[in-house]
């Protein structure tokens, strides 16, 4: 042991897993002859090596296959009892460390932590909101709650909830648009990005040549923005759940732009933390709080179904001839209002 580098330790075992010093320097972030230089230490200290170097690979050999098989559950029960003595010093008897976006924060996470409490009043949490990916090593962090592939080099991704893409506004917009079809939202301020818009108009076979009033980088201040009838908004459905149900937004047709691989919600964490209990107890409470929301929000459908273009507003019934809105946005609806259109054309 007196022989064995420590420090050098992450590097190994970052190098044998990527089999290339350059992209092992990247996710390090270290320089190219800094990685090269641990290696180099590595071996001449322990007095053999431990890769075998092919033109620009390099590949573990044998004696770096039996080091790597004894340093990775190591390395990661050093790390597992570091987080645990750092929650003992933050004064909670466990405590996670949380990176996500500040929309989920704030429209969906926030307005369940007395539930999280209420169930876990042993378990801190401590979040962090940034629009971009975090270093989870590097930051210190636990887990993330991100949206994406579910690809993250090193790190376990679980896939919770897919969230599909529908067109909300304050009741005071439902009042302007009742009885009206998916085109009319056309002629009205939007907020977000054109293309979205561009096509979830085309499920209902319009052409519409969107110019967004307000095009935000967060969906949560997008979504405050709708509520005060700024404009109408293509959110999340997830993100709008709450206000759904509380009637400041209302969702304004049943069309709904399927949620891609690339929007999908995921709980991210290194692999060592699998099976540690705080993390898994946010793993099933998240289940359980997403299931509660999906829950909710088809009760909403069928206690106020929607029309063809948009909700009745409070009080109102729904006009002659249209469609209630599936749970989920399904697509069903009367005679296109677009489709109408084009034939007048």
């Excluded at 976006?101 to 539930?115: E, G, T």
């Excluded at 506004?169 to 939202?185: N, V």
């Excluded at 005060?228 to 009637?247: F, N, T, V």
């Amino acid at each position: 042991m007196s022989r064995l580098p420590l420090h050098v330790l992450p590097t190994f075992c970052t190098v044998a897993r990527l089999a290339n010093l350059r992209a092992a320097a990247d996710e390090l972030h270290l320089t190219h002859s800094a990685v090269s230089q641990q290696i180099r230490l590595l071996e001449e200290q322990i007095g053999f090596q431990v890769f075998d170097r092919r033109g620009r690979r390099i590949v573990l050999n044998g004696a770096g296959s039996a080091l790597l098989r004894v340093v990775e559950p190591a390395l990661a029960q050093i790390g597992e009892g570091l987080r645990a003595a750092a929650a003992v010093a933050s004064g909670a008897e466990q405590f996670i460390r949380l990176t996500l976006l500040p929309s989920f924060a704030q429209r969906w996470l926030l307005p369940r932590m007395a539930r999280w409490r209420e169930r876990h009043p042993g378990i801190g949490l401590e979040l962090h909101t940034s629009q971009q990916v975090e270093n989870l090593g590097r930051g210190g962090f636990h887990a993330a709650l991100r949206q994406g592939l579910g690809s993250w080099r090193g790190l376990a991704a679980e896939r919770l909830i897919d969230s599909p893409l529908i067109a909300v506004g304050a009741p005071a917009a439902a009042r302007r648009l009742h009885g009206s079809g998916a085109a009319a939202l056309a002629g009205q301020p939007l907020l977000g990005a054109a293309r979205l818009w561009e096509r979830w108009f085309a499920l209902d076979g319009c052409r519409a040549d969107v110019h967004p009033v307000a095009v935000f980088n967060d969906a949560g201040l997008m979504l405050q923005a709708a509520e005060q009838d700024i404009g109408i908004a293509l959110a999340r459905e997830l993100l709008a759940a709450d206000a759904l149900r509380d009637r400041r937004l209302v969702r304004l047709s049943p069309l709904a732009l399927p949620d891609d691989e690339a929007h999908a919600y995921w709980l991210v964490y290194p692999p060592e933390l699998r099976d540690w209990p705080p993390l898994a107890a946010l793993r099933d409470w998240l289940r359980d709080e997403l299931a509660a929301s999906q829950r909710a929000l088809e009760r909403a459908a069928m206690l106020r179904p929607g029309v063809t273009g948009v909700a009745p507003a409070p009080g109102e019934t729904p006009a002659a001839g249209t469609a209630p809105a599936g749970p989920t946005g399904s697509r069903s609806r009367a005679p296109s209002a677009a489709r109408t259109a084009r034939r007048a054309r």
